[in-house]
Structure formats: C-alpha cells, structure tokens
C-alpha cells in the first residue's frame, strides 16, 4: 500500500511569490492536515481538509490556503511568502473515523526555502 | 490549552541498551490520545505507538513500549534493545476529541537521540 507521497519535495522561492504544494493521501484516507516545522517553532498544525471541506484551522495568517479534492489529494498555497516561511511543510492522512484508533501518516515533507 | 512537554534535548545511549524518552502532557479533555512519532534526517514522520487516554494497559509495539502515567500525565516511550537505526527525533503528540474524528496533533519539542555502537 503506498504512503502519503508530497511533491515537490524541494522547492526554492523568492519573497513576494506564491507556492502550491501538493499532497495525495494513503488510499481511503478521507482526512488531510498540513504542519509546519521550524527550528525555532518546532511543529505546528495548520490547517485539516475533510470531505473537501476545511474543518479545522491553526493559528496562521491568511497567507496559508488549502483545498481538498474529491479524490481526497490536498494542496497548500502560501501568497506572498516571506522569509520566515522557510519551513519542513508536512502532509498527514487518516481515515479519520470517530475512533480512538485513528492515526495520522505523514508524508516526506515538502521542503521550502525562501530567499 | 493542550500542551505537550518534552525536557530532554539529547539523549545518547548504547547499542542494545534501553532508553526512555520522556514527556509529559496537559489537558482538560477526557477523551484524548497520545502519539509518538520518529523522524530520521530525512524529514519523514514515522508512527511508533500510540495510547488512548482510557486505556487500560500500557501500549506495546515491537521494541516500543508506552509507559502510561494518567495521574501524573506522563507518556513516557521506552525503547529496549536500542539499534544505531534507532538514531532520530522522538517527536510525542497529542490529540483530543478522539471521539469527534477531528485530526489535529499538538507535538512537543523533540528529543534528540544518538546510538553509539
């Protein structure tokens, strides 16, 4: 079975431009969710899409978009990236099912450098 | 506000001894889970265990075991028979709600672990 696959997995931007990333789910993993890590603010939930919806969102600017897809892929857009988006953005799937077995897989991240 | 605790930056152990990472945890939900994650320098989360706020026994997987601390919020993960592929970040989480299906995951701050052969 394959894993949460993120592309690109490197990406280098200048400050003022906008990024998509990209992340497809383990197969019948209907919840998608989005982290940033930093040095300095370690991991960091931002946002989680469900059913094509965002159902839950961290405390980010409004920089920071996502979408889900009906095949449950996710993207990421970030506008006018700054300096200190330089960031490991992380993609997790679950079934997301109302149990408390329910475990999110990540992804290889997708590493960002802005300049 | 839910809040997770690593106090251990580096840990550095033998080959085939045990270690323990420690990690304490804070919430007012009684319904939550604990998680610990590994990520090698490649960048890639990896699930070890996990262990729900009502259960009973304590969380075993391979050489990974989950020492359970309810009343004194403590999660600590104990990793018998260290191997130098055991090198890594131990990042510990949490989630609550576990009963709404909602995802979101409040990590700690890592700790660092080196296998010395």
């Known amino acids: 079975k394959a894993g949460v696959t993120q592309t690109p997995r490197y990406l280098i931007k200048t400050r003022g431009q906008q990024v998509t990333l990209s992340c497809s789910p383990i197969?019948?993993?209907?919840?998608v969710s989005w982290y940033q890590q930093t040095p300095g603010q370690g991991l960091q939930f931002l946002f989680e899409?469900?059913?094509?919806?965002?159902?839950n969102k961290g405390n980010f600017p409004g920089r920071f978009s996502g979408r889900q897809f009906s095949n449950s892929r996710s993207e990421m857009n970030v506008s006018t990236l700054e300096l200190g988006d330089s960031a490991l953005y992380l993609c997790?799937?679950?079934?997301?099912?109302?149990?408390?077995?329910?475990?999110?897989?990540f992804g290889p991240g997708t590493r960002l450098t802005v300049l | 506000a839910q809040k997770i605790t690593q106090t251990q930056p580096g840990m550095f152990v033998q080959e085939k001894e045990a270690v323990t990472l420690d990690c304490t945890y804070d919430?007012?939900?009684?319904?939550?889970?604990l998680f610990w994650y590994k990520q090698p320098s490649s960048g890639e989360m990896i699930f070890l265990i996990y262990?729900?706020?009502?259960?009973?026994q304590n969380a075993t997987e391979g050489r990974y075991s989950l020492n359970f601390q309810k009343a004194r919020k403590s999660a600590n993960l104990v990793i018998s028979a260290s191997q130098l592929g055991d090198s890594a970040m131990y990042f510990c989480?949490?989630?609550?709600?576990?009963?709404?299906?909602?995802?979101?995951?409040?990590f700690g701050t890592g700790t660092r672990l080196l296998v010395s052969p």
């Open positions: 989480a949490m989630r609550e709600g576990m009963n709404t299906g909602f995802q979101k995951l409040v």
């Open positions: 997790a799937s679950s079934f997301s099912r109302s149990s408390s077995t329910d475990t999110q897989y």
């Open positions: 919430t007012s939900d009684p319904s939550y889970g």
């Open positions: 197969s019948g993993h209907r919840s």
């Open positions: 262990q729900g706020s009502y259960d009973q």
């Open positions: 899409y469900f059913s094509e919806t965002q159902r």
